[in-house]
């Protein structure tokens, strides 16, 4: 399938033709095939390479910063919501929220943005939406590091366009308890491993998550049992049962500390790590970071869950989410975004990139 896409079209009407072209992850080529096409012919400004199904571009003026915009091709897989549809203002369809508008946005200004007071640089990336390693940023990262770097990173995840500072922690444990089988009948001549995970359940229940104010955003941690198994027959004393938890922690935590944490909550269990990743730290003292915010307005909040600003505060760059769209509808069959946030969205980046 071959598709042809007009950078200079309005953001919305640019919204709508991104979120036309299916990429579901790992089915990204034909949206970045695209994206490269259009940015190498509208875009002549711009430097282009291509690195699997990520598309990079990047202005070289000698500016004295660079602002990295970061935005991911893929969805996730179709739910009854494509075709979009634009409907009293509001465009509807799978990936308008996340990340499509924010995608159109960075397109938009990659080609009508020609003399920025900041040198820009634009990540089009593949693979976001499923595990963690196979993320396009860890290739560029790996094989073309010096594109990831700036003195701000701008990740256009939906934010309801408003400023979302940092992000939090995750961190995956399983806890596992052993037992011994025997017959329900007789259930005292085994040991029920599923009982045995009782405690952990009801230090769950009783848990306080730990609420944190970070450079003014307020960080609310959280620990959710996400998974639980066990068993084997339905007469049958359990010999074997797993509990996952889910903990999300606030960016001042380190991995390491966040594990720690974990091994006293449930001390006396095993606790195995299943995977983590850091957080990132708001980043609103970068004096490219103030001028994000003063172009938005409004008062900068925390990110509650995880996104790739967690990548560049890793490389030490300050990073921040600003796009369109409500990430509470992100993966669902209702994903939706008022033309007006993009409209706004666009606005805002123009202001804060010049040119």
């Known amino acids: 399938m071959t598709v042809e896409l007009d950078l200079t079209l309005d953001p919305v009407d640019l919204t709508l033709a991104v979120v036309s072209v299916p990429s579901v992850s790992e089915d990204e080529a034909d949206l970045a095939d695209a994206v490269e096409r259009a940015l190498r012919s509208q875009a002549p400004h711009l430097e282009v390479v291509r690195s699997g199904n990520a598309v990079l571009a990047r202005t070289n003026l000698g500016r004295p910063s660079r602002v990295v915009f970061a935005g991911h091709l893929d969805t996730v897989p179709v739910n009854d919501n494509l075709p979009p549809r634009l409907v009293d203002g509001v465009l509807h369809g799978l990936?308008?929220?996340?990340?499509?508008?924010?995608?159109?946005?960075?397109?938009?200004?990659a080609v009508?943005?020609?003399?920025?007071?900041?040198?820009?640089?634009f990540l089009f990336y593949d693979c976001e939406e499923i595990d963690a390693a196979r993320?396009?940023?860890?290739r560029v990262e790996r094989d073309l590091a010096d594109w990831m770097r700036?003195?701000?990173?701008?990740?256009c995840e939906p934010s309801n366009g408003v400023v979302e500072a940092g992000c939090q922690g995750t961190m995956r444990v399983e806890l596992r308890k052993t037992g011994q089988r025997a017959h329900t009948a007789r259930g005292w001549m085994g040991v029920n491993a599923i009982h045995a995970l009782g405690t952990a359940m009801s230090t769950l229940a009783a848990y306080e998550p730990r609420t944190v104010d970070i450079d003014g955003c307020t960080y609310r941690e959280g620990l959710q049992a996400v998974h639980i198994s066990g068993?084997?027959?339905?007469?049958?004393?359990?010999?074997?049962a797993v509990l996952r938890v889910n903990f999300r922690f606030a960016p001042d935590r380190s991995q390491e500390q966040a594990e720690a944490h974990m091994r006293e909550v449930f001390a006396g269990h095993e606790v195995t790590v299943v995977d983590s990743a850091a957080g990132a730290l708001p980043g609103l003292t970068a004096p490219a970071a103030q001028e994000l915010v003063r172009a938005a307005g409004g008062t900068p909040v925390a990110k509650l869950g995880w996104t790739d600003v967690a990548r560049f505060a890793a490389l030490g760059i300050p990073a921040v989410n600003f796009g369109p769209g409500d990430p509470t509808l992100a993966h669902t069959q209702q994903e939706n975004v008022p033309v007006e946030q993009i409209t706004r969205c666009a606005l805002v980046l123009r202001q804060f990139v010049g040119g």
């Open 150 to 155: 700036g003195d701000l990173a701008v990740v």
């Open 135 to 138: 993320n396009g940023l860890v």
């Open 231 to 240: 068993g084997v027959a339905g007469n049958v004393v359990p010999d074997a």
């Open 95 to 109: 990936g308008s929220v996340d990340m499509k508008g924010g995608v159109a946005v960075m397109l938009h200004l």
């Open 112 to 121: 009508t943005v020609t003399d920025p007071k900041h040198d820009l640089t």
